[in-house]
């Protein structure tokens, strides 16, 4: 995930962090579901302490608009990405579904084009 950093800017190099994930969430780049790097991950990545990263995910996660799943990482919501829960759920079920079944994902994501094409 590149998120672009303006030390010179007015704007918090957190409010940055936080603003640009929240525009991904909702302009679809980041999925309902979509996990997350870890806070030490994506903090070394933009080369800002911790501290600043963890602040982002905790404003963010205060919105709604991404949910802390313990060691499972942090995720984005289906309310940032203005997808219904219901829907989220239905993917999240056929998941499961084609996971038992052994389906290579490339096939599922095909049957899933195909049925909604159809």
Do not use: C, F, W
């Not at 080369?47 to 799943?69: D, P, S, W």
């Not at 990482?73 to 079920?93: E, Y």
Request: aromatic share 2%; hydrophobic share 45%; net charge positive.
């Amino acid at each position: 995930m590149h998120i672009p950093i303006d030390h010179d800017a007015p704007t918090p190099p957190y409010e940055q962090v936080r603003l640009r994930i929240a525009t991904l969430a909702a302009d679809g780049t980041l999925a309902a579901g979509t996990k997350l790097p870890p806070v030490r991950q994506l903090a070394t990545d933009l080369g800002l302490a911790a501290n600043t990263v963890a602040r982002a995910y905790k404003e963010l996660e205060q919105a709604g608009l991404v949910e802390t799943r313990g060691r499972a990482g942090t995720v984005v919501t289906a309310r940032a990405t203005g997808t219904s829960r219901r829907a989220q759920n239905a993917a999240t079920a056929y998941a499961a579904t084609i996971r038992a079944l052994g389906i290579p994902t490339d096939t599922a994501l095909a049957l899933v084009k195909a049925a909604l094409e159809a």
